[in-house]
């Protein structure tokens, strides 16, 4: 270690402003005296290098001066001079272990008298340090590579007692000549190396737990959002409450419990505003319930007509397309997304990412943090929303605030319904409320104001058109065969078949000349719309269906593709397919519900989702027929022999 003086002290320590400084408020009178003399010397001693001027101004010794010196100008952890806080008393200045230069030796000579002796001895034997910090990450485990389900610090001992023995070690080496063998010392260092180490930290207290080590470091990513729209987050998220849907049962109207409800929404990053959603009530969402989401982001919001009591929008409340005059389309430069499945389907890398003309980014795998924006509205949802419910099934699996949600959303009908209701208002209201991040601004007001045509940051992205092989958002491209029939006494207008059913027009159930021809649809997967065009381009405009029960009512192509299953296998018929569905899933719950009384139905749930997109009530099933009473047949008296029939 290198002594400085006056003349040896380096160019960049001689000013010593530059120095680091320290916090002397809570140091008594005598002390801070102390403290300001001290650096009185200091300062006068590096000033002009008369070491006893500074001596008779410090009220010290020349050595004195020198010695504290040298300790503002020792080398700390982190590769600086320690500066001011080198004056201040009883302060370790480094990390480094004290060392001693031998081991106590001899039976029981440890127990008095010890200090630093373990660190001097794994310092001694690096292969048992080696050992033991295996022994950490492993949790104890008796195999080297398999992990301890329940690390305990009793297991890691016994491994390193197992090293202390294979090294040849005896009751008369350090640390076996202690009293507990150094099992004291294990524990000290085990609980001072876990928090230091993300192996061990995964291995005692979880995943979460080494994520949460990368947060909070005061490092900052760059900002990649400068302006509204630049990035935009969206992730799905399963609410904490349950619902119910209310079938017609054998003695009337009785609530179901349906499974967890899925929200998608899509939030800016720049001024956190939610700028649409889509929900889904499935077992897991779909690549369509994202597309539905991009779509709603081009689709002018309006207030729902609230059904459930006790909420309302606040003055202000909505979504950015609807509530900000003049945007008519809310499209991001970039997507930010995690790693689930459904972010890999077609749909989103490839279908709307060339609609939108925006990129398609993904977080790192269990990185929540890189989407942390929206992970945040989530929190604040279920905190002033779906968390206050009588169904809520907590925040976490030990919440003692939860009581069985299922029982509580039947006892008091909370439908599905009500629950797209609170998730409406929950979202627009978040828009219309002030904000910490944001200077108590609301975040329409933020994205209001960043849109602004004065605005030097917000570039307005035109729109793409829409051509026979590039559709719009949310439309599937099929390539079908026109069908039909021009013979002598069997005409048969053209038609093409879509999806089991046929669909013609005016322009198209003329050209009987394109029997057999190709042509290109454009078919919206949400509504079942289609609209038809040539491979040159010649456009014939929205094709109608021929089907009465198909054309009656709204339904999407996934729902018809599983009516269509069920017909196939006789489970389903009627002239009106959409109606039989819900009959049919209404039968299946009331099947469920009498199997399981209180438990969550998984054909509730589908019959929930069906109406939804349907726009159809649940079906009052007509009462079954009763059983016809088997007729009395008359015993055969006891006095008549039975037959006895020939075996052949």
């Not at 290098?49 to 020198?66: D, H, I, M, Y």
Request: with cysteine; net charge positive.
């Amino acid at each position: 270690m290198t002594f400085y003086r006056f003349k040896t002290v380096p160019q960049e320590w001689r000013n010593c402003d530059n120095w680091p400084r320290a916090s002397i408020e809570l140091m008594n009178e005598s002390e801070r005296n102390r403290f300001d003399r001290m650096e009185l010397a200091i300062r006068t001693y590096m000033a002009n290098g008369a070491l006893g001027a500074a001596a008779k101004v410090g009220q010290c010794s020349k050595q004195t001066v020198l010695d504290k010196l040298n300790r503002c100008l020792t080398i700390d952890d982190e590769g600086r001079i320690a500066g001011w806080r080198g004056l201040l008393p009883y302060v370790r200045l480094s990390e480094a272990k004290y060392q001693r230069r031998e081991l106590p030796s001899g039976a029981r000579a440890a127990e008095q008298g010890a200090s630093g002796a373990f660190e001097a001895f794994l310092c001694a034997n690096p292969s048992i340090r080696r050992r033991l910090h295996e022994a950490i990450r492993n949790g104890g485990s008796i195999k080297p590579k398999v992990k301890s389900r329940h690390p305990t610090v009793r297991s890691v001992f016994s491994a390193f007692r197992s090293a202390c023995d294979a090294a040849g070690l005896t009751a008369n080496d350090y640390p076996l000549n202690s009293r507990s063998k150094g099992r004291r010392s294990v524990e000290r260092y085990a609980r001072a190396f876990i928090p230091t180490d993300a192996t061990s930290v995964e291995t005692w207290y979880g995943i979460d737990a080494r994520d949460q080590m990368k947060l909070g470091t005061g490092r900052k990513r760059f900002p990649l959002a400068m302006a509204p729209l630049d990035m935009c987050g969206a992730d799905a998220h399963k609410i904490h409450c349950h619902g119910v849907v209310i079938v017609s049962g054998p003695a009337g109207p009785q609530p179901v419990a349906i499974e967890r409800i899925w929200i998608f929404p899509i939030t800016d990053n720049a001024s956190r505003c939610a700028l649409r959603y889509s929900v889904s009530i499935q077992t897991e969402i779909s690549a369509e319930t994202i597309e539905e989401a991009l779509v709603a982001c081009e689709v002018p919001w309006k207030p729902r007509e609230l059904v459930v009591k006790g909420h309302s929008y606040k003055p202000g409340a909505g979504f950015p397309v609807g509530s900000i005059e003049g945007l008519m389309f809310c499209r991001p430069c970039v997507l930010q997304v995690d790693n689930a499945a459904q972010h890999f389907s077609n749909k989103l890398i490839q279908v709307a990412r060339r609609a939108l003309r925006c990129s398609v980014t993904f977080g790192p795998v269990g990185g929540w943090w890189s989407n942390g924006l929206t992970e945040r509205l989530f929190k604040t949802l279920e905190m002033y929303g779906f968390q206050c419910e009588p169904s809520s099934t907590g925040s976490n699996p030990m919440d003692v605030h939860k009581s069985d949600p299922v029982k509580n959303a039947i006892r008091h009908s909370i439908t599905w319904e009500e629950l797209l209701d609170l998730i409406d208002v929950l979202i627009a209201n978040y828009n219309a409320t002030g904000h910490s991040a944001l200077g108590g601004q609301t975040p329409l007001a933020v994205m209001r104001r960043g849109l602004d045509v004065h605005s030097a940051t917000y570039l307005p992205r035109a729109s793409v058109p829409a051509t026979a092989h590039t559709p719009a958002l949310g439309v599937a491209v099929d390539r079908r065969t026109i069908q039909g029939r021009a013979r002598p006494g069997a005409m048969t207008p053209p038609y093409v078949l879509v999806d089991e059913a046929r669909y013609t027009c005016d322009a198209l159930s003329s050209r009987y000349d394109l029997l057999g021809h190709e042509v290109i649809l454009h078919i919206c997967e949400r509504d079942m719309t289609v609209c038809a065009f040539l491979p040159d381009g010649h456009a014939f405009g929205q094709l109608k269906c021929l089907h009465a029960g198909w054309a009656a009512h709204s339904h999407s192509r996934a729902m018809r593709k599983t009516i269509n299953a069920l017909i196939r296998n006789g489970r389903l018929a009627g002239d009106d397919p959409i109606n039989e569905y819900l009959a049919y899933l209404t039968r299946q719950t009331l099947s469920e519900v009498k199997a399981a009384p209180g438990r969550v139905s998984h054909a509730a749930t589908q019959l929930a989702e069906a109406s939804r997109i349907t726009g159809l009530d649940v079906p009052v099933l007509n009462a079954e027929p009763e059983a016809l009473v088997p007729l009395l047949i008359r015993p055969v008296p006891g006095h008549i022999k039975r037959p006895t029939w020939r075996q052949t």
